[in-house]
């Protein structure tokens, strides 16, 4: 179908104003001029913005928060007992946080509220609890002392929690869900393209089927490796892209995060002084893969929090091919002056939360101590310096939502600027050719808001009134009717 947008403000990234003009789209893409058949829609002075990018979130994980129990305003015993009387074969939850329940849920407390197995995730992702009927079924004792594992006490961190992921394997119903509703939840924020990574617990051969049926949002997929090896699967995968669906990239992990105290510090943690995180590989381990990425062409994604991690990274990368094949840095909660001028010498770019520095204001500060936490989230310094920056949510962990984003981006860039890293930039760290532009000639994906983004945000909920991909609506509440 194709349409005329009619009375709307659109949004221009380059200059950053909006000029009152008509939007015609014309088999997917814009047009000059709209076609005979063409549907009209009268925006009534609406905004109309190019399709956000969120350059790094979990698009399965996502999906999955519509199936699973949720956690994230469990804030008693009472009520975690209340929600996980499941009748499930696995009750599946996420979102908790021990700082918000005052306790741990751990294996024995588990096992006094549900029989049945019980895997729940802290809402960071980098760590669960699991009663005695999960270590059962999943046959888990054998993972006691992985990333600091705790078999007896319920509690599996990092790769134990990957490998527990796999063996509690999700049921191709459960996908197919997910699959759907993580659209949903992304195109109703103004997301039309997701850079995502969701090699967890699932089969590469699984992922790649249930992606190929992706047809509504544009997922530029990150596959997990861990070694040299493994970056032939990026090459093997490549072969199974859609239109809807790219392979971009290899994504590594290096540390975990703040809330499960597994970042990994240079020092100790201020309110845990026995650990300082932990690590994945080390800088030389790391170096064989990035020299044999660069070789092969292929972009490289690190996940890194801690300042620990960021040293191991930044070595890694010393002398490698960053600028060429944009190699880049996910979080970075944590950097010094010296480390920021390290990552613009060496030219990598990076993926950035703002909503984090609202969401960890609380633990941030207890985990880091009064003199590191001036270190954290240095994402204006980062700009300043030169560095690529694009904007994510890293959902599930924290929300789809863009607006919560964008206000807590304003502690760090103009409205201006968080528009183009939550827009172009996204499509540049995917090497995508799409340019925002929404001018003849570019792809049909863009959104319809009742905001003006470049003023005080006061509706907090939804972002889009009316999203098109492909020059198709997938995404309508604009004035509650049917287009």
């Not at 590594?252 to 002084?273: E, K, M, Q």
Request: net charge negative; proline share 3%.
């Amino acid at each position: 179908m194709n349409f005329l947008l009619r009375n709307g403000q659109v949004y221009s990234v380059v200059s950053r104003s909006f000029s009152k003009r008509d939007i015609s789209i014309v088999d997917g893409r814009l047009a000059p001029l709209p076609a005979r058949d063409s549907r009209i829609i009268d925006l009534d002075g609406a905004y109309v913005y190019p399709g956000l990018v969120d350059s790094h979130a979990h698009f399965l994980g996502t999906g999955l928060q519509e199936i699973v129990v949720n956690l994230e305003e469990c804030s008693s015993l009472s009520n975690l007992e209340a929600l996980l009387k499941q009748d499930r074969e696995i009750v599946r939850a996420r979102g908790w946080d021990q700082e918000l329940l005052g306790f741990m849920p751990v294996r024995s407390l588990l096992d006094g509220i549900t029989s049945r197995p019980a895997i729940i995730v802290r809402r960071c992702g980098h760590i669960a609890t699991v009663n005695t009927e999960a270590i059962r079924r999943f046959d888990l004792e054998e993972l006691h002392g992985l990333d600091g594992t705790d078999v007896e006490l319920g509690i599996f961190k990092e790769r134990a929690l990957d490998e527990l992921n796999s063996r509690a394997a999700l049921t191709k119903e459960e996908t197919d869900i997910a699959l759907r509703k993580a659209s949903e939840r992304f195109l109703k924020h103004g997301v039309t393209s997701v850079h995502s990574d969701d090699l967890h617990g699932v089969e590469l051969e699984t992922l790649l089927d249930i992606m190929n049926k992706v047809d509504d949002i544009r997922v530029f997929e990150k596959i997990r490796v861990t070694s040299p090896e493994e970056l032939s699967m990026i090459e093997e995968s490549r072969t199974r892209e859609t239109d809807f669906f790219k392979v971009i990239s290899a994504k590594i992990y290096l540390d975990g995060s703040l809330g499960a105290r597994t970042a990994a510090l240079i020092s100790p943690y201020s309110d845990s002084v026995d650990t300082s995180g932990i690590l994945y590989m080390n800088s030389n381990e790391l170096k064989r893969i990035v020299q044999k990425a660069d070789i092969m062409g292929i972009q490289l994604c690190v996940h890194v929090i801690g300042d620990r991690a960021l040293d191991v990274a930044l070595d890694a990368f010393e002398g490698s091919l960053s600028r060429e094949l944009l190699h880049r840095l996910i979080h970075v909660q944590i950097a010094s002056a010296r480390q920021i001028d390290t990552i613009a010498e060496i030219g990598m770019a990076a993926s950035i939360q703002p909503i984090f520095s609202n969401s960890d204001r609380l633990i941030a500060p207890l985990r880091l101590g009064p003199t590191r936490i001036k270190d954290a989230y240095p994402f204006r310094e980062m700009k300043e310096a030169g560095i690529k920056i694009a904007f994510s949510t890293d959902s599930p962990v924290e929300s789809t939502a863009t607006i919560p984003n964008f206000v807590a981006a304003d502690e760090f860039f103009s409205r201006g600027d968080s528009i183009y890293m939550y827009s172009i930039a996204g499509h540049v760290l995917a090497k995508s050719d799409c340019q925002c532009s929404l001018l003849p000639g570019e792809v049909a994906d863009l959104f319809v808001s009742k905001q003006n983004l470049l003023e005080e945000i006061r509706k907090k909920d939804y972002l889009s009134e009316l999203t098109f991909v492909d020059g198709r609506i997938v995404h309508n509440v604009f004035t509650n009717r049917e287009i």
